[in-house]
């Protein structure tokens, strides 16, 4: 009877290493909830844009990080109980992208084009504004290529160079313009001055950043006509990795809720109280 259990024992003792390892393969095959693991974590980490775009996201005169994005996400933070850590590291609005596609950030938001190409590699929430695609376009070279022709004519197909910021999501809707040599940009700033000084034909972005060009700096108006495309949406929505659906849908939701029904103008002109209504309605919802 002894030797029977001492064999038993043995068996067991052998066995144990293959059930445990059996219940770790099993742990690590079961699905991850994405959101718990933000939770658990105690934070959310959040890829943005390294160079400011107000009003969206930029430092204000305290140095502290704000505007329409970091107050969106920021309240999205507050309702899971958790802080905000942003990533600033990227150079390049794709690298934004980049970051979400390999793990290294929770999500990315910095006012970011809904695109063909990036929803290959990401998620993206519904867009939270919906703007237009806009030039600024250099006043003498348009008159040299209307020669009587109607201007809306001629601006469909501008000839020369039109500049865009390097590796966003202009460098793929420049190709509209098949007519132009489309010249790549680190920033928008040197963008807009070179069409302002004739160096290029148009200047292309979304309205938003035509518009505080013109706003901010009047006396571009002299020397830029900006022209909004009616035509050509882009979509800004939030970004998350292919896999974090459920993070999707809760982003979805929360976004849905907060029934913000922004536009350029309203953020432009009026953007105290659209922070105002957004922080309101969030915190109806805490």
């Not at 290029?200 to 006396?219: G, S, Y």
């Not at 050509?232 to 939030?238: F, L, N, S, T, V």
């Not at 896999?243 to 913000?260: A, E, G, V």
């Not at 957004?278 to 915190?283: F, L, P, V």
Request: glycine letters at 4%.
């Amino acid at each position: 009877m002894k030797k029977t259990i001492r064999i038993f024992a043995y068996l067991f003792i052998l066995f144990i290493p293959q059930l445990v390892l059996a219940n770790e393969q099993s742990v690590a095959n079961e699905p991850v909830n994405e959101i718990q693991t933000i939770v658990n974590r105690g934070k959310l980490i959040v890829a943005m844009y390294s160079q400011d775009t107000p009003p969206f996201y930029y430092m204000d005169e305290n140095k502290v990080l704000t505007g329409v994005d970091v107050v969106l996400i920021k309240g999205f933070a507050d309702l899971l109980g958790v802080t905000v850590e942003f990533d600033r590291s990227a150079k390049f609005l794709d690298d934004v992208v980049d970051k979400v596609e390999k793990h290294e950030v929770d999500l990315a938001i910095c006012k970011l084009s809904v695109t063909f190409n990036r929803v290959k590699r990401v998620l993206f929430s519904e867009p939270y504004i919906n703007l237009h695609q806009s030039l600024l376009i250099n006043r003498l070279e348009l008159a040299k290529q209307l020669q009587g022709r109607p201007q809306e004519a001629v601006i469909q197909h501008l000839t020369g160079k039109i500049g865009v910021v390097a590796k966003s999501s202009y460098t793929g809707f420049a190709a509209h313009f098949s007519e132009m040599e489309m010249v790549e940009y680190p920033s928008w700033d040197q963008v807009v001055d070179d069409a302002r000084t004739g160096k290029i034909t148009a200047a292309f972005r979304d309205e938003a950043e035509v518009k505080m060009i013109l706003r901010d700096r009047p006396d571009m108006a002299l020397s830029l006509l900006s022209v909004m495309l009616k035509d050509a949406d882009d979509p800004k929505a939030i970004a998350m990795s292919l896999d974090h659906r459920n993070l999707q849908d809760l982003m979805n939701f929360y976004l849905k809720s907060l029934n913000m029904d922004l536009t350029a103008d309203k953020i432009i002109n009026d953007y105290d109280n659209v922070i105002k209504n957004i922080e309101s309605k969030i915190k109806q919802r805490i």
